[in-house]
């Protein structure tokens, strides 16, 4: 018998990366909504993910924390649902998988938190650089091929896709042509639709986040 999934999320939070990563898999898995505030810092919760957010994972034995991360795992794991890279796309697979989570999530929490690029002498210091430095490499890696790792989907395009969509609704992404073109291929998709509509229903419901 495969190992149970439970997908701790709140349905206003990057949970909804990992419920559309969960539906592409295809596999069963239970959802516990683990409320902002004390349920996410309760001693219960710290004891699965030392941070206290959401989303985490835990797989049998497994608990995995960071959106990204669980990505590649359930990608791995589930080997069946072909979203893991081949050989000729792991480069690109693995390089723009932790661009956005590293540089891009960097450059644009800075321009909308905390009002925009670190002054040009300190751009050096941050690995991002600056946010047009930023958007432009991502600009690159989007015009170069359909998908973010080559000509198909893979699970790097779920993490990367959900990120580029939420730049482009929020106003923190440049509605660049190439951005809007992207998020349309990979959002296509049934389970991103059938994830949308779950996080949705759970949101609108008295007890969600």
Known sequence: MAAAITFYTTPQSRGRIVRWMLEEIGQPYTVEVVDYGAAM???EFLAINPMGKVPTIQHGEHIVTETAAICAYLAE????AGLAPTAGERANYYRWLFFTAGPLEAALTNRSIFGGDPAPEKQRMVGYGNYKMTLDALSHAVKENPFIAGQRFTAADVYVGAQVGWGLQFGTIEKR???IDYFARVSDRDAFRRATELD???AAEPSGA
Request: charged share 25%; no cysteine.
């Open 177 to 179: 042509q190439e951005f």
């Open 77 to 80: 794991a589930f080997p069946a």
């Open 200 to 202: 949705d229903a759970l």
């Open 41 to 43: 810092k309760s001693p």
